[in-house]
């Protein structure tokens, strides 16, 4: 850590909109409740407009994607900063399609309920070749 004999310094990298809601407040006032930790939260101007060089540097970092994210730069962040990560980041683009999240799930032992995938990648509109659906199992 950066400042051993100090408190930790956690970087917050999500949207207002996430970082406002009810359930990341209340994180949030877990994490500081016992006084070990300070929230540095990036707001969306830092998120959206500066260059990852001139984000806050901190201990730890948790991040969040959300609609409007930019992912790819949090993740040059990361990498420029190193800080120890609360949760995984990289692991969050798994989360962006739910093809990922399902053979995640299944590839662990984890049951899913009956799905059916409907995969349009690479096709145009009302492009519907056959085959395009797949059914679990098949």
């Given at each position: 850590l950066e400042n051993p004999e100090t408190l930790v310094i956690i970087g917050v990298?999500?949207?207002s909109k996430k970082v406002n809601a009810k359930p990341m407040k209340a994180i949030l006032a877990r994490m500081t409740s016992y006084g070990d930790f300070v929230m540095k939260v990036?707001?969306?101007q830092i998120i959206l407009e500066e260059p990852v060089e001139q984000w806050p540097i901190?201990?730890?970092l948790i991040s969040f994607?959300?609609?409007?994210?930019?992912?790819?730069?949090?993740l040059q962040y990361v990498e420029l900063r190193k800080p120890f990560l609360i949760n995984d980041l990289m692991?969050?683009?798994?989360?962006?399609?739910?093809?990922?999240?399902y053979k995640t799930l299944v590839e662990n032992g984890?049951?899913?309920p009956?799905?059916?995938i409907v995969n349009r990648e690479g096709?145009?509109?009302s492009q519907d070749p056959e085959g395009f659906i797949e059914r679990e199992g098949e």
């Open positions: 990298c999500a949207m990036f707001d969306d901190v201990d730890a994607h959300s609609d409007g994210f930019p992912y790819e730069k949090a692991s969050q683009r798994l989360l962006f399609d739910r093809r990922s999240v984890v049951q899913v009956k799905h059916i096709l145009k509109e």
